[in-house]
């Protein structure tokens, strides 16, 4: 097993993650997915990507560093991403009860290892 | 030196990434001091290039120093940047109207009153180029009468400059509810400009300005993300970095607030923080209106 599908692995075994992928932020490509059903790969790393980029520009701008871990809060769930080396960003989708500090712990963990 | 552009040029030299560069070119422009005001201005355009307030500024600062076709392009500019400017469909107007084409003008102010129909002063200059279509195109720059009077058409004006600092009570802010240290607050606008509040970047300088200017739509960007992802309207942006946090968060349908905070204070702690802010903001915001 690849170090992205192992990455892959243990954010979806966090109770409450819908689906975890690796996407490259700059395009908003997915590089890997490992999504349930009515999780839509392809929307969520173009709106992602975008997104990671925009905050990383503003998390530079206010003198923060580039950032390691953004969490956008919706009503009924989240989407979690862990900036990795070389441009790749591991994202999650969770919903509302998910246990969002281990998703958070897993995602850092495993962002570290894509390469 | 008055007062007023005393006090602008040292806000500006203190914060040199801040908006000030818009209230002291225009006073500049005011007391009809055209170069300092053009420099002024080129500054701050050159810092916001994608701001629609700069190109209008820089449009009135070259219709005043009589270079109509650069004042043409300044307003064109903003007119890009914001298709719904009134004052860059008037400043166009007047133009045409300088180069004798009334009906040019014309259409160009009725677009202005669409967008704004209580603007007095768009509703006279129709009034008057309107004359001169009908009389056939002759206009101010082709007979030796300059246009005078209440009805005469002028360039437009911004707003009124502020006036020297007097001693005024202090007016309430967005963040005066949130108890303790109130510095990396920002409120800002979906246009990404700061309505209040302050940053300091890593080596200390104000970073409000150009943080708010990144986070233009982004409000509009994480309700797309929520929504098209069936996550439902969105809530915060929380961004954890080495050397701190931030939280976004929505004010309004059109404002978000930003906090962020060093490192030592918990991610938690830092949206809670942004949460007060934004009830703070909000109220403040309602109070005005």
Redesign the interface.
């Known amino acids: 097993m690849t170090e992205t599908q192992t990455a892959l692995d243990r954010v979806t075994r966090v109770p409450g993650v819908r689906g975890a992928l690796v996407i490259a932020a700059a395009d908003g490509l997915v590089v890997a997915e490992q999504l349930m059903e009515?999780?839509?790969g392809q929307?969520?790393a173009a709106?992602?990507g975008?997104?990671v980029l925009?905050?990383a520009?503003?998390?530079e701008?206010?003198?923060?560093?580039?950032?390691?871990?953004?969490?956008?809060?919706?009503?009924?769930?989240?989407?979690l991403a862990a900036p990795g080396a070389d441009d790749l960003v591991l994202v999650a989708?969770v919903g509302p009860d998910a246990n969002l500090g281990l998703a958070r712990l897993e995602l850092l963990e495993a962002a570290g290892r894509l390469a | 030196m008055t007062d007023d552009i005393r006090a602008l040029t040292a806000r500006l030299a203190e914060e040199p990434g801040s908006l000030a560069f818009l209230e002291l070119a225009e006073a500049l422009r005011r007391r009809g001091q055209l170069d300092a005001a053009y420099k002024v201005a080129r500054g701050g355009l050159t810092r916001y290039p994608g701001l629609a307030d700069a190109h209008d500024l820089m449009a009135r600062v070259l219709s005043d120093q009589g270079d109509l076709a650069g004042a043409f392009d300044s307003w064109a500019s903003a007119l890009q940047l914001d298709p719904m400017r009134t004052s860059a469909l008037k400043g166009i107007a007047f133009l045409y109207f300088k180069a004798g084409d009334p009906a040019a003008a014309l259409a160009h102010l009725e677009r202005a009153l669409e967008v704004d129909p209580d603007d007095v002063s768009v509703r006279q200059a129709i009034g008057r180029v309107s004359g001169d279509v009908r009389r056939g195109g002759a206009t101010a720059s082709q007979t030796s009468e300059p246009p005078t009077g209440p009805t005469a058409f002028e360039p437009p004006e911004s707003p009124p400059a502020p006036g020297p600092a007097a001693p005024v009570p202090q007016a309430p802010g967005p963040f005066d509810a949130v108890d303790g240290d109130r510095s990396g607050l920002l409120l800002v606008d979906a246009h990404g400009l700061r309505l209040a509040g302050r940053?300091?970047?890593?080596?200390g300088d104000a970073?409000g300005d150009?943080?708010a200017a990144?986070?233009a739509g982004?409000s509009r960007?994480?309700a797309?993300?929520?929504r098209?992802?069936?996550?439902?309207?969105?809530?915060?942006?929380?961004?954890?970095?080495?050397?701190?946090?931030?939280v976004l968060t929505q004010a309004s349908a059109e404002t978000i607030v930003l906090a962020?905070r060093d490192p030592s204070l918990p991610l938690g702690r830092v949206s809670m923080l942004a949460d007060r802010a934004a009830r703070s903001a909000r109220t403040w915001l309602e109070a005005q209106g």
């Open positions: 009515d999780v839509d929307a969520v709106l992602a975008s997104l925009r905050l520009r503003t998390a701008s206010a003198g923060l560093g580039r950032p390691r871990f953004l969490h956008l809060r919706g009503d009924a769930g989240s989407v989708v | 940053l300091r970047g890593a080596d970073a150009r943080v990144q986070l982004v960007e994480a797309r993300a929520t098209l992802l069936g996550l439902g309207a969105w809530h915060a942006i929380a961004v954890e970095s080495p050397d701190g946090h931030l962020a």
